[in-house]
């Protein structure tokens, strides 16, 4: 299986900054697409940032020039940078990654079990 842990997030100040990361481990042949995705109570899950192995970057338009999407494909890892923060960027954040675990096998989507940014005075 393969599992996905982030790391980080919290209490953030509006105009403030906070970081995520997540590291992916188990049976991995292959990690293609890489990314973040929140969910705000209330909302439907939706995409902040991914990024391809080869490094090919989508930001949603609500956080571009805010958020920075990175990952280091030798230890499996992908991070988010999040500055400038504003209250509506309050949300549970999940680490998603696209994993091909057998040569020659299907890529399957896997998430993390999110974790929480909170942007508050």
């Known amino acids: 299986q393969v599992q996905l842990v982030e790391s980080g997030g919290g209490l953030a100040q509006p105009g403030g900054s906070a970081n995520v990361s997540c590291a992916a481990s188990g049976v991995i042949f292959r990690l293609n697409a890489m990314g973040w995705y929140r969910q705000a109570p209330g909302k439907q899950r939706e995409l902040v940032a991914k990024i391809t192995r080869g490094g090919d970057i989508n930001y949603a338009d609500s956080v571009k020039g805010r958020f920075t999407i990175s990952r280091h494909n030798a230890t499996n890892k992908v991070y988010l940078q999040m500055n400038n923060l504003k209250p509506e960027d309050t949300a549970v954040y999940y680490c998603?990654?696209?994993?091909?675990?057998?040569?020659?096998?299907?890529?399957?989507?896997?998430w993390g079990q999110g974790t929480q940014v909170t942007v508050s005075s």
């Open positions: 998603y990654a696209e994993v091909v675990q057998y040569w020659g096998t299907i890529p399957g989507d896997y």
